[in-house]
C-alpha cells in the first residue's frame, strides 16, 4: 500500500517497459519513499532498494522518459505576475536521472542559456528522444516573465533556446503540454491576469 499523497510523477519503464514508476509527492507520512514501482501482472507496488543521492522531495512533476518542480509547501505566487511570493523553486543547472532499469540516481549538471529558477513549467520529451523542452511557469525574479522555449540537448546537458516564429503563448504555469504528432501542444493552467 502506498501512503496518502498528491502530485507525484508516474512513467512507464522498466527492463520490458511494463513497469509503472511513482515518483516523489507530497505526504504528511515521513516513511513514504521517493520511488515505488507498481506490477500490472502481480498487482504489487514495492519500494525499489535505490542507489545514489537523491534527497529532495519534489511534487508537481511531468515524467518523461529519459526534470523542475518544487520542494516547498507553503509556495505561493502574484496571479497578476507569476512570480513567486512564498515558497522555494528548484534551480535548473542540473538534473536527476533515474535509471529505471538498474534503480541507479545520478545528477547531471547543465549548461548553455540555463532557464531561471522556475517552477509549474511544462515539459516534453522532443520527437527524437535527445530533447526535453520546457514553456512558462512562475519565476523568483520580481517583474520577469518568460514566454520563451527552452530546450536540453540530452546528448551534452547543454540547454539553448531555438529559433522559433508564430504567436506566442501567453505566460501561463501549472499548464500542461503534450506531444500530438510533431507539435508540442500547450493547454489549460493559470494565465497572467
Do not use: C
Not at 540537448?153 to 510533431?182: C, Q
Amino acid at each position: 500500500m502506498l501512503p496518502p499523497h498528491n502530485g507525484a510523477a508516474s512513467i512507464k519503464g522498466g527492463v520490458n517497459n511494463d513497469t509503472l514508476f511513482l515518483f516523489g509527492g507530497f505526504t504528511n507520512d515521513q516513511t513514504m519513499a521517493l520511488v515505488y514501482t507498481f506490477d500490472p501482472q502481480s498487482i504489487t507496488w514495492t519500494a525499489p532498494k535505490v542507489i545514489g543521492i537523491n534527497n529532495v522531495r519534489k511534487r508537481s512533476l511531468t515524467g518523461i522518459n529519459h526534470d523542475g518542480g518544487y520542494n516547498d509547501i507553503t509556495l505561493s505566487f502574484g496571479s497578476k505576475t507569476l512570480n513567486i511570493n512564498q515558497g522555494n523553486a528548484l534551480t535548473l543547472s542540473e538534473v536527476y536521472l533515474y535509471d529505471t532499469s538498474n534503480d541507479i540516481w545520478s545528477t547531471k549538471t547543465t549548461s548553455g542559456k540555463i532557464p531561471s529558477i522556475r517552477v509549474g513549467f511544462s515539459t516534453v520529451l522532443g520527437l527524437d528522444g535527445q530533447r526535453i523542452l520546457i514553456f512558462g511557469g512562475m519565476f523568483v525574479n520580481p517583474g520577469y516573465l518568460d514566454t520563451t522555449l527552452y530546450v536540453l540537448d540530452l546528448t551534452n546537458y547543454n540547454w539553448y533556446v531555438p529559433k522559433i516564429s508564430g504567436k506566442i503563448p501567453n505566460p501561463r504555469t501549472m499548464h500542461k503540454a503534450n506531444v500530438i504528432g510533431k507539435y508540442m501542444v500547450i493547454s489549460f493552467g493559470k494565465y497572467k491576469i
